[in-house]
Nanobody, 121 residues
Framework: QVQLQESGPGLVKPSQTLSLTCTVS??????????WSWIRQPPGKGLEWMGA???????YYSPSLKSRTSISRDTSKNQFTLQLTSVTPEDTAVYYC?????????????WGQGTQVTVSS
């Protein structure tokens, strides 16, 4: 039984970097062949897949966010992280980490509960 938990600041100032951590239990990010992903939902909008890291450490990013997104991992802690640079108020959203068989949202069966991040000065 896999569990995922997001953590990080709930408020980020414009132009700064948004940093979140996903802590995984019940599965290993280095041995389990999944897309360990970050997904977000802005207010009034749909879910948006941002990017993922695989057990091989290969990373994949949404084309619309690739220039600002970096996903990495800490294998000793079974965690993976999100960094989103140069944030604006449009980046305000609920951010989720999730495990899925592909980048397609329908293939994500395991989710964290989500964490609200607000971009504001």
């Amino acid at each position: 039984q896999v569990q995922l938990q997001e953590s990080g600041p709930g408020l980020v100032k414009p132009s700064q970097t948004l940093s979140l951590t996903c802590t995984v239990s019940g599965d290993s990010i280095i041995t389990s062949s999944y897309y360990w992903s970050w997904i977000r939902q802005p207010p009034g909008k749909g879910l948006e897949w941002m990017g993922a890291i695989r057990d091989s450490a290969s990373t994949y990013y949404s084309p619309s966010l690739k220039s600002r997104t970096s996903i990495s991992r800490d294998t000793s802690k079974n965690q993976f992280t999100l960094q989103l640079t140069s944030v604006t108020p449009e980046d305000t959203a609920v951010y989720y980490c999730a495990r899925g068989g592909s980048w397609w949202l329908a293939d994500f069966a395991s989710w964290g509960q989500g964490t609200q991040v607000t971009v504001s000065s």
